[in-house]
C-alpha cells in the first residue's frame, strides 16, 4: 500500500459526512439533534448527510432514545451488518487472529498455530488460510470483509508496513506482508509493531481512558508503544518506543541484532529469562513457562524474574521522566508474573521524578489476552473508515443514485 492510499492520518472537515460517521461511532453523539447540537448545523443539514450514512448501509437508527425534552429521539448506530475486519497478532511463540464488526466489537478470537520461523511468505498463507476458517466458522461472507491489520514483535517501518531487523526472526528482515496479502485479498493490509497495538487497544477501550500513555509488551521480547495526546506516537520512521537497545547492568544471555552489549532485551526479555533459566537446567521453552515456575516460588527463578524487573524499571524510570505518561500499562505473557511486575514498579517509582510519579498508574493491560488483537482491530478500522473514505464512497453512491 502506498502512501497516498492511507486514508486514517488524513484531515476531514468537520460537520462533512465522514466527521457525522466518526462521531457516531465514537459514541460522541448517537442521534439527529445530538449531532445538530454537537457540530452547530443545521439539523436539515445534519438529516440529509445521516441519510446518505444509511443509504450506504453503514448506519441503521434504531430504538428510542429519552431526549432531553421529553421527546423520543431515534439513536444512531453503526451498522453491524455492513462489514467486518479482520485482526492479527503474531508473537514469537503465539499468534491470534480475530474478526471485529464495524463498531469494534470482537465477534471471535482464535488461537492459530502458524509458524513464524518458517519465513513470511509461509507464515502470510497460513494466517490468511486462519483468517478465512475463522470467517467461515462464524458464518460471515468473505466478500464483506473490509480490512486486515498484523501485530508484529518487531520494528515496523511507517506507513509502507515492512519489517525492520526483527531480533527474534532474522528471516523476516524487510519483509513486506501487505505485499504478500495482495496475492490472497484486495482489502488493505496493515502491519503494526505490536506494542503500538497494545497501547491502542487501552487507549480506546472506554473507562478511564488515557490520552497520554505507555504500553509496554513484555513478552519474548520487549516492546513500547506510545500514545501522546491522544495519537500513536510512532516517531519519524516508525521506531518510536524502541527501548529494548538501551545498554543496562547484568549479562545477555541470548545475542542480538542490535550490537549494543548487555542490552534490555538480551538481558530482561522474557526470551533473555528462558535462556538462562535453561542454561541452569530448568525445563522451560516460553515466556508463559517462566511465569509458571516464578509461580512455584521457587528462590534462584525469583531471584532471576527480580533482577529483570529492575532493569527493565530501571529503563522505564528513565523514559517515564521523560515523557511524563498518565498511565504505565504492562501487557504480554510476562507481565502476569508477581515479582517480575513488583520489581519494576519498585524500581520505577523509586527512580521517578515526584513531579511525574504523583500521578503515574502502573497497571496491567485491561484484557491482557487479546489486547493485540483489539489494538489491531481498532487501527484498521480507523483506517476502512477514515472520514475521507465515507466522503468518497458517498460520491460514488451520489454518482451512481439517479437525482
Ligand atoms: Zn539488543
Redesign the pocket.
Known amino acids: 500500500m502506498t502512501r497516498a492510499e492511507l486514508f486514517r492520518e488524513s484531515e476531514f472537515a468537520s460537520g462533512s459526512v465522514g466527521d457525522i460517521f466518526r462521531l457516531i461511532r465514537s459514541g460522541a453523539a448517537s442521534s439527529r439533534s445530538a449531532l445538530a447540537r454537537h457540530i452547530g448545523m443545521a439539523p436539515s443539514t445534519i438529516s440529509l448527510r445521516i441519510d446518505s450514512l444509511i443509504r450506504l448501509g453503514l448506519v441503521s437508527e434504531a430504538g428510542d432514545e429519552q431526549s432531553r425534552g421529553g421527546r423520543r429521539a431515534r439513536s444512531l448506530e453503526v451498522s453491524t451488518g455492513a462489514g467486518f475486519v479482520g485482526a492479527m497478532d503474531v508473537g514469537a511463540h503465539h499468534v491470534q487472529v480475530g474478526i471485529a464488526d464495524l463498531g469494534g466489537r470482537m465477534l471471535a478470537v482464535e488461537d492459530v498455530p502458524v509458524a513464524i520461523e518458517d519465513g513470511p511468505a509461509l507464515a502470510a498463507e497460513a494466517l490468511w488460510a486462519a483468517l478465512r476458517g475463522l470467517i467461515a466458522a462464524n458464518e460471515l461472507d468473505e466478500a464483506q470483509l473490509l480490512g486486515v491489520a498484523i501485530g508484529l514483535p518487531a520494528p515496523i517501518e511507517y506507513p509502507s508496513g515492512r519489517v525492520v531487523l526483527p ?1 527474534f526472526m532474522p528471516s523476516w528482515h524487510n519483509a513486506d506482508l501487505p505485499g504478500l496479502f495482495s496475492e490472497f485479498t484486495s482489502v488493505p493490509v496493515l502491519v503494526e509493531n505490536d506494542a503500538n497495538l497494545i497501547a491502542l487497544a487501552e487507549q480506546t477501550m472506554g473507562g478511564q481512558s488515557s490520552d497520554q500513555l505507555l504500553a509496554i509488551k513484555l513478552g519474548t521480547r520487549i516492546g513500547c508503544g506510545i500514545v501522546s495526546d491522544g495519537r500513536l506516537h510512532r516517531g519519524a520512521g516508525g521506531a518510536a518506543g524502541e527501548i ?2 538501551t545498554s543496562v547492568q547484568g549479562t ?1 544471555t541470548i545475542s ?5 552489549p548487555n ?4 538481558v530482561a526479555s522474557g526470551g533473555a529469562i528462558v535462556a538462562r533459566l535453561s542454561q541452569l537446567g530448568y525445563d522451560v521453552q516460553t515466556a508463559a513457562d517462566v511465569v509458571e515456575l516464578g509461580r512455584g516460588g521457587d528462590a534462584q527463578v525469583v531471584d532471576i524474574l527480580r533482577s529483570a524487573g529492575t532493569s527493565i524499571g530501571g529503563v522505564l524510570a528513565s523514559i517515564v521522566n521523560f515523557f511524563n505518561p498518565r498511565d504505565v500499562i504492562l501487557g504480554g505473557a510476562m507481565s502476569a508474573s508477581a515479582p517480575l511486575v513488583a520489581a519494576i514498579r519498585a524500581e520505577l517509582f523509586q527512580r521517578c521524578l515526584p513531579l511525574v510519579g504523583n500521578d503515574l498508574d502502573v497497571r496491567a493491560a485491561r484484557s491482557p489476552g487479546d489486547a493485540g488483537v483489539r489494538g489491531a482491530a481498532h487501527l484498521i478500522l480507523e483506517e476502512v473508515l477514515a472520514p475521507a473514505r465515507i466522503e468518497q464512497l458517498v460520491r460514488e453512491l451520489d454518482d451512481t443514485t439517479p437525482a
Open positions: 531480533s529494548s537497545h545477555s542480538c541484532v542490535c550490537g549494543t542490552c534490555l532485551e538480551s
